[in-house]
């Protein structure tokens, strides 16, 4: 099954103009990531304190479709893909009821900590890449026969 990560907005998401503030999308993205990583058995606190890998994001997108206010109910779909043996991606997308409201994307590459070079990802990152993705694959084929 995919991964979906539900949400309120609250008032410290938001701007002077009462929408969610561009930059914790991001935010919110990356906690539907660590809730999807708990989900799949990771210990969330050795995986962030790793001593020897870390997963920083090299590159990060977000296209807003609709803005979000102060309550809305969100969900997140989260789904990873690897593009290699030492990177991968996440798509989220982002609804309010059955209304797409933002799509993002975080590009991770896996580095040793100490010396900054790219290494492979660890088992437990590949389980989890190809359980996601799987789900998400299933969810999709599930739509597709929906519409026929």
């Known amino acids: 099954m995919a991964f979906t990560y539900n949400r309120t907005v609250r008032f410290q998401d938001t701007d002077a103009a009462g929408v969610v503030y561009f930059a914790n999308v991001l935010g ?3 906690e539907a990531y660590e809730e999807s990583l708990e989900a799949s058995s990771i210990n969330l606190k050795d995986f962030f304190h790793n001593p020897s890998l870390a997963f920083p994001i090299v590159h990060a997108s977000v296209d807003f479709l609709r803005p979000m206010f ?3 109910k969100l969900s997140i779909d989260l789904i990873p893909q690897k593009l290699g043996v030492d990177k991968f991606e996440i798509t989220y997308e ?3 009821g059955e209304v797409v409201v933002a799509k993002a994307i975080t590009r991770h590459v896996c580095i040793d900590v100490s010396s900054r070079v790219k290494q ?3 088992d437990e990152i ?3 890449l190809e359980t996601n ?3 998400a694959e299933d969810a999709e084929r599930r739509r ?3 519409v026929i």
Do not use: F, M, S, Y
């Open 28 to 30: 919110i993205c990356h």
């Open 70 to 72: 102060v309550g809305d």
């Open 94 to 96: 982002i609804t309010v």
């Open 120 to 122: 492979e990802l660890p």
């Open 126 to 128: 590949t389980q989890w």
């Open 133 to 135: 993705r799987r789900g």
């Open 144 to 146: 597709a026969r929906e």
